[in-house]
């Protein structure tokens, strides 16, 4: 079974460029999820969908990012424009969520952006 | 509020010897779960195991094992007879159940363990 599928694996841009991360969940997985991770931290959440639909967005600085996923399969996460504090691993993982409590996540490679 | 703090930054022991990584976290929630999660250099994170609340037995999986304790609040990992292939960024991770099912994982800021041939 395939895992959970993101490009690019990298990404080097000037500031004030846009730029946009994809991913591909693991197939019937109902909940996709964007993660950013600084060096030396833990993952922290961006946004949470359920299906096609953002069920937790407060993370995310609407101002420069926002996120859509498609028929509640792939996803696109975009800045624009970046700022140099944008240079991080963006993550993205999915679950199948159930009655019963959370399950496991699993993540992708992620993307490196690196913003010049 | 809801914290997870794994207070060992970075640990480094020769191979075969045994390891264990702390995790304390806070919650006011009675019925939550917990998760470890390994990062190895290639940067994918895997899952490792996933506890709920009510359920404190410890778990042993290969040269894994798990003590969960409620009255500590802990959640340690004990890799037995580490190897090299161990070395990796560990997190523990704390998800609550709120009355809207809308869950969110709280990490640990994670442990880089290194394991020495």
Same mark, same amino acid.
Not at chain 1, 41 to 48: F, K, S, V, Y
Not at chain 2, 18 to 37: A, I, K, N, P
Not at chain 2, 54 to 78: A, L, M, V
């Given at each position: 079974?395939?895992?959970?599928?993101?490009?690019?694996?990298?990404?080097?841009?000037?500031?004030?460029?846009?730029?946009?991360?994809?991913?591909?969940?693991?197939?019937?997985?109902?909940?996709?999820?964007?993660?950013?991770?600084?060096?030396?931290?833990?993952?922290?959440?961006?946004?949470?969908?359920?299906?096609?639909?953002?069920?937790?967005?407060?993370?995310?600085?609407?101002?420069?990012?926002?996120?859509?996923?498609?028929?509640?399969?792939?996803?696109?996460?975009?800045?624009?424009?970046?700022?140099?504090?944008?240079?991080?691993?963006?993550?993205?993982?999915?679950?199948?969520?159930?009655?019963?409590?959370?399950?496991?996540?699993?993540?992708?490679?992620?993307?490196?952006?690196?913003?010049? | 509020?809801?914290?997870?703090?794994?207070? =060992?930054? /970075? %640990? #480094?022991?020769?191979?075969?010897?045994?390891?264990?990584?702390?995790?304390?976290?806070?919650?006011?929630?009675? $019925?939550?779960?917990?998760?470890?999660?390994?990062?190895?250099?290639?940067?994918?994170?895997?899952?490792?195991?996933?506890?709920?609340?009510?359920?404190? =037995?410890? /778990? %042993? #999986?290969?040269?894994?094992?798990?003590?969960?304790?409620?009255?500590?609040?802990?959640?340690?990992?004990?890799? $037995?007879?580490?190897?090299?292939?161990?070395?990796?960024?560990?997190?523990?991770?704390?998800?609550?159940?709120?009355?809207?099912?809308?869950?969110?994982?709280?990490?640990?800021?994670?442990?880089?363990?290194?394991?020495?041939?």
């Amino acid at each position: 079974e395939a895992g959970v599928v993101q490009s690019p694996r990298y990404k080097i841009i000037e500031k004030k460029q846009p730029v946009a991360f994809w991913c591909n969940p693991i197939s019937g997985h109902n909940t996709l999820y964007w993660y950013l991770q600084n060096l030396g931290q833990g993952p922290e959440l961006l946004i949470r969908y359920e299906n096609e639909e953002a069920v937790d967005d407060s993370q995310l600085p609407k101002d420069r990012f926002s996120a859509e996923r498609l028929k509640g399969v792939d996803s696109t996460l975009k800045i624009q424009p970046a700022e140099l504090g944008d240079s991080a691993v963006y993550l993205c993982a999915s679950s199948l969520e159930l009655a019963g409590g959370p399950n496991e996540q699993f993540f992708g490679p992620g993307t490196r952006l690196t913003v010049l | 509020a809801q914290k997870v703090t794994q207070a =060992q930054t /970075e %640990i #480094s022991v020769v191979e075969k010897e045994d390891v264990t990584l702390d995790c304390v976290y806070e919650t006011r929630d009675t $019925t939550y779960y917990l998760f470890w999660y390994k990062q190895p250099p290639s940067g994918e994170l895997v899952f490792l195991i996933r506890r709920n609340s009510f359920d404190e =037995q410890n /778990e %042993i #999986s290969g040269r894994y094992s798990w003590n969960f304790q409620k009255s500590t609040s802990s959640f340690n990992f004990t890799i $037995t007879a580490s190897q090299v292939v161990d070395s990796a960024v560990y997190f523990c991770a704390l998800e609550n159940e709120p009355m809207d099912s809308n869950y969110q994982l709280i990490w640990g800021a994670g442990t880089k363990l290194i394991i020495k041939p």
